[in-house]
């Protein structure tokens, strides 16, 4: 027996919303015990993406906006949303250009993730972005954000602190430390 297949079977699927950005999907099934029970699955329509900007004296850069879903503000590394199927750092570019006014010429995949994967499908993809430069800033008509540029250290402390919490931005901020720890960055 593959310890890997899945155990789950569907019996049957209802979709219950769907939106341009998420389709909410329940399912009747039997579970792995062999019980039957439900399990709801949020499919995102878009890849999460994230950008660590970070300049030659370990600056980084944060967006700061009221997080609706959460009613709270975050602070977090410029992330969007990327067509699925369209190649994730064509968003990454247009994304941090929308959100900061800033262009890279360098860009390195940082890390892959699932974000939530107990109750939906949304993959997330971080770059690290360097050799900056200063262009104008075009922010979507939804977003009202502030731009902070910190010392790298500083927000490594937000994380460490609880002061950011936005998953992407946690993760990413952990792994350029390590890359840091390792010498694998400048």
């Known amino acids: ?14 979709k219950v919303y769907d ?11 039997i579970n792995p015990g062999g019980g039957k029970g439900i399990y709801g699955k949020v499919h995102f329509k878009n890849t999460a993406i994230g950008v660590v900007v970070l300049d030659e004296n370990r600056n980084i850069w944060l967006v700061g906006q009221f997080r ?10 410029p992330e969007g949303g990327g067509l699925i199927g369209v190649d994730p750092l ?4 247009r994304e941090l250009l929308e959100e900061t006014g800033l262009v890279a010429k360098h860009w390195e995949p940082l890390l892959k993730m699932h974000l ?5 499908d949304e993959l997330a993809v971080v770059y690290l972005a360097t050799d900056l430069t200063q262009k104008t800033a075009e922010p979507e008509e939804t977003e009202q954000l502030q731009i902070k540029k910190l010392p790298f250290e500083k927000v490594y402390e937000m994380v460490e602190q609880e ?10 901020v952990y792994k350029i430390k390590l890359m840091l720890l390792k010498g694998k960055l400048k």
């Open 1 to 14: 027996m593959n310890p890997e297949a899945n155990p789950w079977k569907i019996i049957t699927e209802k």
């Open 19 to 29: 939106n341009p950005w998420i389709q909410l999907t329940e399912f009747d099934v």
């Open 68 to 77: 609706f879903t959460i009613d709270q503000y975050s602070w977090e590394i």
């Open 90 to 93: 064509v968003g990454a570019k």
């Open 116 to 120: 939530s994967n107990s109750v939906s």
């Open 163 to 172: 002061l950011i919490t936005d998953s992407m931005t946690v993760a990413a």
